[in-house]
């Protein structure tokens, strides 16, 4: 047991390497293979679940460590790409911060595979899924531990062509072949900014790397955490302040739009158009998380400038309201989650920009569990009913689909922050956090948390309670999906719980979530750490406890009035309000316009300017060419007209031209 | 490996091996459908691309004087008209290994892709190919400005006909115009040529009498240039080859000669043929005219951004297939002229490295552009849609390419891109402040930069929307009897799928081959800067009493001697 723990840690960089190879493996089998059999399936699918198993069991040492807080920090790097003296490279760290989002990415990865196999059972595409899903394991493990910025540039794009294939898995439906090519595009329009944002990070203090962190490699996180402490101590390394923002913001675009953030949020609905175990994984769970994760990283360097931390959590607060009040008007299931998703990440990116560092990384923590499992819920009940997403077709589904009802209904108590479930424990912290940086962000935040509520509810009520309104024949749940379900379901009710630091009441001893995750190469006790891991916490007009109570609050009131709409509508109580509320529903349900404005853009902006650039290219450009070459044949024509052969002309123009010459000569020389 | 490894008359040897390749077929006689001149032509392509990896080999496992020694062993010169000055003069560095390994290489892959794509007279097609190879690979070899200039010529003859005949319908204007368009470049080049000729003959001495065009002695002499001879010397070299790169404003041949070329001939032209105007301008431009170069580097990056950024709007809204593909390349192409710009080490690496993914890239998209055309005969974008169902392995090679195209990380372009972009934003040589209409306007590299990254977008814009119009979506019934890949054609596909690969995932598989040759090169300029930065200073410090002492005088504070004590005394010092 011993030599097996020593032999998992020691080759953690395994955990990324399991997926690629199986998705070689894969690769091989389709091609070597040609068809695919039912056994020649169920090895692709086999290849993928052990890829996730393995890396979940490198994980687990790193867990029980960083539990009992004995964790080791590792990083190994190795040079890439290299020119001259500069080197870029990759490698892997592990810290409290990966090691958490590995188990979550691997443990949550896991038991999606298993749901896959019941959901995608009858699709011809079965084994290529799989070879997917084993890519976008790859790619998203190998940002979890990336060591360094660059490296995690390459993963974050890697993340994104994933999603992307996934996304346009059913390519032939015309809205997943636009969903696809929306998402990457306004993933690469972040990406740009992440670029450009390092390369700006990276000039402006290029001598520091490569004079006193001689030892660090280049854009490393704990170089970055070095500088931001020297930064701090010598003001005089610091770029302007207006540029060390620019800096923040432009790094920022990254994480808006990988973790959907207003205003480059509105391709995660679209996304939804992919089969339903992706939407749990990738645009619920793991990689749109992958932004928070990130700003997470080079927390340091966003601390450098308090203009950037404000504008960071604007954005965050922006995006819960926006993504909450959309979602109130949604009737695609799927959808509503999606906008769910959106104002959750809003949440983190807001507790992020607010400094309230470890609380952002909570919840995404514990956001993980319940909005994979809520995911898969709603994958079950759109596989019960062949294919119908829209609630309105719904209705009733708690008899004839018992557990996914029950999880949803816990999956949905704990994102309302109710009951001492795992999403309260987080929104809490939130909601300290956001109280110590500005009062009314703290309100915002409270009041949407209530929102949340609501339509979470709402969506509970029309899926599972009342008459059933569809046609579909309802099917019953098959047993590898609701496996998946039960298990998820554990950690989103008392996982938040656990990681309080009020575990002590229940007899266990484990740290809360704040004093276990830290960031690397941070000195203990110096400023910045002390910021970046408690948030500057507790101070405010409310006690933690009070906040408890006012959020759990808010909660109830959002249920109770989805209670009263919802439940048994009395006198079409969700019509009058539409009706009396008209152009705000109209704004909401037009999702505020964003894809509507997007799309003008585009059409009536950029489309315009390359077809001018086109007929610019064909008319003028290589208009002068063809006009050179016809006037030179024309010319030559004209030329050829002199050669008559006729002895008179030709003396006529020696003589003309000789006159000419000397009367030349003589302006020149006289 | 010991650096007596290879031959004496190695690269002579590589040189002529086509031509005997070529003289040979005439006695072929061709079998039913000239599989025998197919087999023939893609054999003798591979016993050329494996002759050229020796070297290749060879100088992989060298590092330092070992290389050194081996490139002075490699290099053979013999008086050709000695009373002219010009001379037979071959040899090797990094560069030029790499970019001839690239041109066998994609030689065989031409070749295997002519088997499906060539039905009419299969001899003469592959003489031309082979005497194509030659003149190119006398390009990347040639050690002697005249021979340079001759093999450069050399290779439109071939090209003229391989477009000419093989071509699609439009072909006559297209080869014509390919032609017409790349004489007009000749003449500068030549110009350029000449001018350094008659500048090194006349200011040499008798050390150098009669080896003029020899590259060494151009370099050792070109810097003793007028800065204005330089300066127009340079743009000579800089119109003559980009327009074979090709460069906006001179791009238009492109997209005309790819959309009439055969398959085989647009990836050999997009793979290479546009690598010798981006080699020779690396060669002659910023190797040998270095002080032009840091001159011109902002108007230089600014005609890089133009290339990224306007060339890949045009492509956005191409309706022919291969247009696309062919506007795309320019696009790509653009981030050479980024990289040399920037003028240090990643810049010059980037620049190289993008010259050597853009041959793979491209050459593989010309392939899928390809296989689906001898199938559908049809080019434009609106006659597909949602082949993806029916043709699923030209499908994958097709979006696994435009990934690589768009850079993908962990695909070779990126590797080369992040190279350009790394390099161009870190650079610091210049920077204006360009008064536009009462504003100011400041333009530097990371600018520059900035406005190329725009490309990254756009890029990957183009060609996902093509994806999707051409793969996504419902099938028009009339495709449902679509053939997928062949196996020659996956054999190609793949081949170069596990370069892009190969190479993405370890680009110091490729980089070492050239880094330290190009690096040398870059070292020249923060040398020149800092010479310049004192010539600007001392010139500041000329100019910057007087100011002040205008300010005085109108004070009258001090009388006029005194003034012009103070301005001379200043002279004295800046001076000393």
Excluded at chain 1, 307 to 324: H, L, N, P, Q, R
Excluded at chain 2, 61 to 68: A, E, M, P, S, V
Excluded at chain 2, 459 to 468: E, F, I, Q, R, V
Aim: some cysteine; hydrophobic content about 55%.
């Amino acid at each position: 047991m011993e030599q097996l723990t020593h032999w998992l840690i020691e080759n953690v960089w395994m955990i990324p390497v399991y997926p690629l190879l199986g998705f070689f493996l894969i690769l091989l089998i389709r091609v070597v293979g040609g068809v695919t059999n039912d056994s020649t399936k169920k090895f692709c699918m086999a290849t993928t679940v052990l890829a996730t198993f393995m890396g979940l069991m490198h994980t687990l040492p790193f867990v029980s460590q960083l539990l009992a807080g004995q964790l080791q920090d590792i990083q190994v790097n190795v040079p890439w790409l290299k020119a001259g003296n500069f080197v870029l490279s990759m490698g892997y760290l592990i810290d409290p911060m990966s090691v958490m989002m590995l188990f979550v990415v691997t443990f949550i990865s896991l038991f999606i595979q298993i749901y896959t196999h019941g959901y995608m059972e009858k699709d011809p595409g079965y084994s290529k899924f799989y070879a997917y899903l084993a890519l976008f394991n790859f790619s998203m493990l190998g940002l979890v531990l990336s060591t360094n910025l660059f490296q995690m540039y390459i993963f974050w794009e890697l993340v994104g062509v994933s999603s992307y294939l996934l996304i346009g898995f059913w390519f032939t439906r015309p809205d997943a072949a636009a969903a696809s090519v929306k998402a990457f595009l306004m993933n690469r329009v972040g990406d740009f900014g992440l670029l450009i944002g390092i390369l700006l990070f990276l000039f402006m203090t290029f001598n520091w790397w490569m004079t006193s962190a001689g030892n660090e490699v280049l854009l490393s996180f704990t170089g970055m955490t070095q500088f931001a402490q020297a930064a701090h101590l010598n003001p005089g390394l610091l770029p302007p302040a207006g540029v060390m923002t620019l800096i923040a913001i432009l790094i920022f675009m990254g994480p808006m739009a990988k973790s959907a953030q207003v205003p480059l949020h509105t391709w995660l609905p679209d996304a939804m158009a992919g089969p339903t175990p992706i939407s749990a994984l990738i645009h619920a769970a793991t990689m749109v998380a992958a932004g928070v994760y990130l700003v997470g990283r080079v927390f340091p360097v966003f601390q450098l400038s308090p203009s950037a931390m404000i504008f960071v959590a604007v954005i965050g607060t922006i995006t819960a309201v926006i993504a909450a009040t959309i979602a109130l008007t949604q009737t695609d299931i799927k959808k509503a989650l999606a906008y769910s998703t959106c104002s959750q990440l809003g949440f983190m990116v807001a507790a992020m920009g607010c400094g309230a560092f470890a609380a952002g990384l909570f919840h995404l923590f514990t956001h993980a569990f319940f909005k994979a499992m809520l995911f898969l819920c709603s994958g079950s009940v759109i596989h019960a009913c062949e294919d119908e997403q829209d609630m309105t077709k719904m209705g009733g589904l708690l008899k004839k689909l018992p557990i996914t009802g029950w999880t949803y209904l816990i999956g949905t108590l704990s994102i309302s922050g109710m009951l001492w479930t795992s999403g309260f424990w987080s929104k809490d912290e939130i909601l300290v956090g956001a109280q110590s940086f500005n009062m009314v962000i703290f309100w915002i935040l409270a009041i949407t948390a209530g929102v949340t509520a609501f339509y979470m509810f709402r969506t509970f009520y029309m899926t599972f309670l009342g008459e059933y309104r569809g046609e579909a024949h309802v099917h019953h749940e098959s047993s590898a999906m609701v496996l998946p379900l039960v298990v998820l379901a554990v950690p989103s009710l008392i996982i938040g719980f656990l990681l309080s630091g009020k575990s002590g009441l229940v007899g266990l001893q484990l740290p809360s979530f704040s004093d276990m995750i830290v960031l690397t190469g941070m000195n203990h006790g110096h400023e910045v750490a002390h910021g970046a891991t408690h948030g500057a916490a507790h101070h405010g007009p409310f006690s933690h406890d009070q906040i408890g109570y006012l959020s759990m609050g808010l909660g109830l009131a959002g249920f109770a009035l989805a209670t009263l709409m919802y439940w048994k509508p009395l006198n079409d109580l969700p019509g009058k309000l539409r009706s009396s509320f008209s152009p705000l529903y109209q704004l909401f349900l037009n999702k505020w316009y964003f894809d509507t404005m997007y799309g003008a853009f585009v059409d009536k902006v950029y489309l315009v300017f390359a077809e001018a650039s086109a007929r610019f290219d064909k008319g003028f450009i290589d208009g002068i060419v063809n006009w050179t070459g016809t006037s030179v044949m024309g010319t030559g024509g004209a030329l050829r007209k002199l050669q008559t052969g006729k002895v008179q002309t030709y003396v006529a123009v020696v003589a003309f031209s000789v006159v000419i010459l000397t009367l030349l000569l003589m302006y020149w020389f006289l | 490996m010991s650096e007596n490894f290879l031959p004496q008359n190695y690269l002579t040897c590589l040189l002529a091996l086509p031509i005997v390749f070529a003289l040979a077929l005439p006695f072929l006689k061709p079998n039913e459908g000239s599989k025998n001149i197919h087999f023939y032509g893609v054999g003798a392509s591979v016993v050329l691309f494996l002759f050229s990896s020796l070297a290749w080999l060879v100088t992989g496992r060298l590092k330092g004087d070992g290389l050194n020694l081996l490139y002075n062993s490699l290099t053979e010169v013999h008086p050709w008209f000695p009373n002219l000055g010009i001379h037979y003069a071959v040899g090797a560095d990094g560069l030029s290994l790499t970019m001839m390994i690239l041109t066998t290489f994609l030689l065989v892959m031409a070749s295997v892709a002519s088997i499906t794509n060539i039905k009419k007279r299969v001899k003469l097609y592959y003489g031309m190919l082979f005497i194509l190879t030659t003149a190119v690979m006398g390009v990347f070899l040639a050690r002697d400005s005249f021979l340079f200039f001759l093999f450069y010529e050399l290779e439109l003859i071939p090209m003229y006909l391989l477009i000419a005949i093989w071509g699609g319908p439009n072909r006559k204007y297209a080869s014509l115009k390919f032609v017409l368009y790349t004489l007009f470049g000749s003449v500068f080049l030549l110009a350029g040529i000449l001018g350094l000729y008659f500048h090194i003959s006349s200011t040499g001495g008798i050390a150098v009498q009669g080896q003029e065009f020899l590259f060494p002695i151009i370099q050792a002499h070109a810097a003793t240039l007028a800065p204005t001879a330089q300066l127009l010397i340079f743009l000579a070299f800089f119109i003559g080859f980009g327009v074979k790169l090709p460069m906006v404003p001179f791009h238009t041949w492109l997209p005309d000669a790819h959309v009439e070329a055969p398959t085989p001939v647009s990836m050999l032209l997009a793979g290479i043929l546009l690598k010798m105007g981006a080699y020779g301008m690396m060669r002659f431009c910023w190797e040998y005219l270095p002080e032009a170069a840091y001159e011109l580097a902002p108007w230089v990056a600014a005609l890089a951004v133009i290339n990224i950024v306007y060339t890949a709007g045009v492509a956005l809204v191409q309706k022919d297939l291969k247009k696309l593909i062919a506007y795309s390349s320019v696009s790509h192409m653009g981030f050479v002229l980024l990289g040399l710009a920037a003028m240090n080490e990643l810049g010059f690496n980037g620049a190289v490295f993008v010259m050597f993914a853009h041959g793979i890239v491209s050459a593989a998209l010309f392939m899928c552009v390809g296989t689906l055309y001898t199938r559908t005969h049809t080019r434009m974008i609106a006659d597909f849609g949602g082949l993806g169902k029916q043709v699923p392995v030209i499908f994958y090679f097709f979006m696994f390419m435009s990934m690589a195209s768009l850079g993908l990380p962990l695909l070779i372009s990126f590797a080369s891109e992040t190279l350009v972009f790394y390099g161009a934003f870190l650079s610091d040589f210049f920077h204006h402040t360009i008064p536009f209409f009462g504003l100011k306007l400041f333009w530097h590299m990371r600018l520059a930069t900035l406005l190329s990254a725009l490309g990254i977008i756009i890029g990957a814009a183009y060609l996902l929307w093509m994806l999707k119009r051409v793969f996504f979506g419902e099938m028009p019934k009339k495709w449902n009897q679509l053939a997928d890949a062949s196996r020659s054609e996956v054999f190609v596909l793949a081949t170069l799928a596990l370069l892009v690969m190969g190479y993405g995932f370890q680009p110091a598989l490729i980089t070492h081959h050239f880094e330290a040759e190009v690096s040398n090169v870059a070292r020249m300029y923060p040398m020149i800067h800092a010479r310049k930065q004192m010539e600007a200073s001392a010139a500041r410090q000329i100019k910057g009493p007087k100011s002040t002492i205008k300010q005085l005088s109108s004070a009258e504070s001090i009388s006029g001697a005194q003034v012009e004590d103070t301005v001379e005394q200043q002279e004295l010092v800046t001076y000393e």
